[in-house]
């Protein structure tokens, strides 16, 4: 016997403004896609991540081995560059293989609107390359004298930063029609910004000539936050990149919207 409970509603489930059922479970969805391959989208980055940095520990900078401040300078370059690229990667990777499965349509008939999608797959890359920096922080705590100077600027350059770099995988993964051009994206953009965003070297080593073009990285400013964070020095006026950091956020949120809307190499 069917009790009256046992049959759905035939009443339309009012959602209010924001369908936060629907954006919980894309959330989900983008989090558990990541976590069902750690080891590649996790463990990977982690373990190549340390190998950067062993070829600096062990690179013998001067007699008795690499200066010890030096290596605390390196290690929030490198894990702010590497969390920035995983975050790319995620969302822009989600995207193209929906396409090319043919499984977006799904994604577009739910009852989301165009600014809770670009947030869903934003938070879903976020937490990729937030997990991945816990990681390596966990790990460069046993490997050098690593130092928390100022918890804001740490959770705020790397939310800020992964939301970046997030946001721009969303716009790739919705122009890109393969992987080959995601790759292309990656290599002549992206390693460029967050190679030559001071992950290395501090911008006064660079000639005078050449520095303008740190200032005009926007991952420079994510960089030196971040690094700020743990080390108490910083290279700009920390409020430059505070409020450059998010107005592009910002714009690159309203662009990633306007293309959802827009249905651009989404819909057919």
């Excluded at 995620?90 to 165009?114: A, F, Y």
């Excluded at 290279?235 to 592009?248: D, N, S, Y």
């Amino acid at each position: 016997m069917i009790t009256s409970s046992a049959v759905p509603s035939l009443h339309p489930r009012h959602m209010g403004s924001v369908n936060w059922l629907g954006l919980g479970t894309l959330i989900d969805k983008e989090i558990e896609r990541f976590l069902k391959v750690y080891i590649q989208t996790i463990i990977a980055p982690v373990i190549s991540t340390l190998l950067f940095f062993s070829v600096f520990a062990f690179s013998g900078r001067q007699p008795g081995g690499t200066p010890p401040s030096f290596m605390t300078f390196l290690v929030p370059g490198l894990i702010i560059m590497t969390i920035s690229q995983n975050a790319f990667m995620n969302t822009s990777g989600s995207l193209v293989l929906s396409k090319l499965q043919g499984n977006i349509v799904d994604v577009l008939m739910t009852p989301l609107s165009s600014f809770e999608l670009a947030v869903a797959y934003a938070v879903g890359g976020i937490a990729r390359g937030l997990l991945t920096g816990l990681f390596l922080v966990v790990c460069f705590m046993f490997l050098v004298d690593l130092k928390f100077h100022d918890f804001f600027y740490i959770v705020y350059y790397s939310i800020m930063g992964t939301m970046m770099l997030s946001l721009l995988g969303i716009l790739t993964g919705i122009w890109a029609d393969k992987f080959d051009h995601v790759i292309t994206i990656q290599s002549f953009v992206i390693m460029p910004l967050t190679f030559l965003s001071g992950a290395f070297y501090t911008v006064e080593s660079l000639p005078e000539k050449w520095r303008f073009l740190a200032h005009i990285n926007p991952l420079f400013y994510v960089t030196d936050g971040f690094r700020f964070g743990f080390t108490g020095a910083t290279e700009m006026p920390l409020q430059i990149g505070v409020g450059l950091i998010f107005a592009i956020n910002l714009g690159l949120l309203g662009a990633t919207y306007y293309m959802f809307e827009s249905g651009y190499k989404l819909k057919a």
